[in-house]
T-cell receptor, first 112, second 120 residues
Framework: DAKTTQPPSMDCAEGRAANLPCNHS???????VYWYRQIHSQGPQYIIH???NNETNEMASLIITEDRKSSTLILPHATLRDTAVYYC?????????????FGKGITLSVRP | DTGVSQNPRHKITKRGQNVTFRCDPI?????LYWYRQTLGQGPEFLTY????????KSRLLSDRFSAERPKGSFSTLEIQRTEQGDSAMYLC??????????????????FGAGTRLSVL
């Protein structure tokens, strides 16, 4: 699976949009971009995934650049409960084993 | 559907003792994963089951570690002769069998809250 690079931390004000960047310059054509988050003392939680088109769900939006070498996770109106470690992962979508390869992620701190 | 359940949530043991953790996946999820997470790091893959078959083991899974998934339902992870370096959060995840190749096949892993092991 391709490696990803994320800044170690960022913060944003409650109610504002949080834009979390991720670089994945070695992504392969059959690899998807997944985002998970981990709130303190909990297991990771799936947020969203995409291949090349932008995606949106009830939690977030995912913007993938045209060359697919980077992406941005957008939390449109961050709340204090969004404080967590966010992991950007690229992996083959299907197959016999779809293990997740986590990096250190980016720690998002939402301030009041 | 109650999600992935892991027991116990916390385990404190003395070095050299054996410990066993249990994971109950979401019902009808045929894929089950074990990960280990140490402080400040992301989870690291340990092993993977499809139904009752253990299909992959990480090099992190030393001979002291063994995982089983009898009948393709719950799974257990046993650590023999624990060492202080085994102290970590042990996470279990399950996912349904993927259907198709496109975006509709979400192939999402659902995680439990983990078992935190402290080896004294």
């Amino acid at each position: 699976d391709a490696k990803t690079t994320q800044p170690p931390s960022m913060d944003c004000a409650e109610g504002r949009a949080a834009n979390l960047p991720c670089n994945h310059s070695t992504i392969s054509g059959n690899e998807y971009v997944y985002w998970y988050r981990q709130i303190h003392s909990q297991g990771p939680q799936y947020i969203i995934h995409g291949l090349k088109n932008n995606e949106t769900n009830e939690m977030a939006s995912l913007i993938i650049t045209e060359d697919r070498k980077s992406s941005t996770l957008i939390l449109p109106h961050a709340t204090l409960r969004d404080t967590a470690v966010y992991y950007c992962i690229v992996r083959v979508h299907t197959g016999a084993n779809s293990k997740l390869t986590f990096g250190k992620g980016i720690t998002l701190s939402v301030r009041p | 559907d109650t999600g992935v359940s892991q027991n116990p949530r916390h385990k404190i043991t003395k070095r050299g003792q054996n410990v066993t953790f249990r994971c109950d996946p979401i019902s009808e999820h045929n894929r089950l994963y074990w990960y280990r997470q140490t402080l400040g790091q992301g989870p690291e893959f340990l092993t993977y089951f499809q139904n009752e078959a253990q299909l992959e083991k990480s090099r992190l899974l030393s001979d002291r570690f063994s995982a089983e998934r009898p009948k393709g339902s719950f799974s257990t992870l046993e650590i023999q002769r624990t060492e202080q370096g085994d102290s970590a959060m042990y996470l279990c995840a399950s996912s349904p069998r993927g259907i198709g190749q496109g975006m509709g096949n979400k192939n999402i892993q659902y995680f439990g809250a983990g078992t935190r092991l402290s080896v004294l």
